[in-house]
């Protein structure tokens, strides 16, 4: 029976057996396969077994769901393969197939390129280095706000001028 192990700190930590054609994966305790992590969703996605297809769809969640490090909303999984729901990772694992390595901290670290941006030497190409052109991005100027503000101060004054005078002359 296919199942997935939960992998923690890349180790094996627990495994869900898929005993059903179908799976729902989630935080909510109403879910076929229960993870309580703040990272996956209510109701994060659900698992399909027909003929020994195995496929995977993302109900809306919030995190996304990720196969190999690729975002999917429905995809097919083979043995071995990752499944990462927000920040919990799990491989599927056949009978009978031999068990896949355990992810190693690097393998994990650079599936998780994506979250951690850019870098400088990600932005070459052909051994060639892109310039960002610097000159695109510029300060955000505040004077029509400075402006405003000199404006309705000195409205004010007038205003409180204004009222001064209209007192002033009532009790004359």
Partial sequence: MAKFVVLRNGAPAESYELKTDRTTIGRSDTNSFQIPDGSVSGTHCEV?????????KDLGSTNGSFVDGNKIKE???????????GEIEMRLELPGKPVPPTPTPASSESRNKGKQGVR?????????????????????????EKSFIIF????GAVV?????????SLLQ
Wanted: positive net charge; glycine residues 6%.
């Fill in 48 to 56: 399909l077994v027909e003929n020994d297809v195995i496929t995977v």
């Fill in 75 to 85: 995809s097919k999984l083979t043995h071995g393969q990752i499944l990462k729901l």
């Fill in 120 to 144: 400088v030497d990600d932005l070459t190409s052909s051994g060639r280095q892109k310039v960002i052109d610097k000159t695109t991005f510029t300060q955000k100027s505040n004077k029509a």
């Fill in 152 to 155: 309705m101060v000195v409205l």
């Fill in 160 to 168: 409180l001028a204004g009222l001064a005078y209209a007192a002033y």
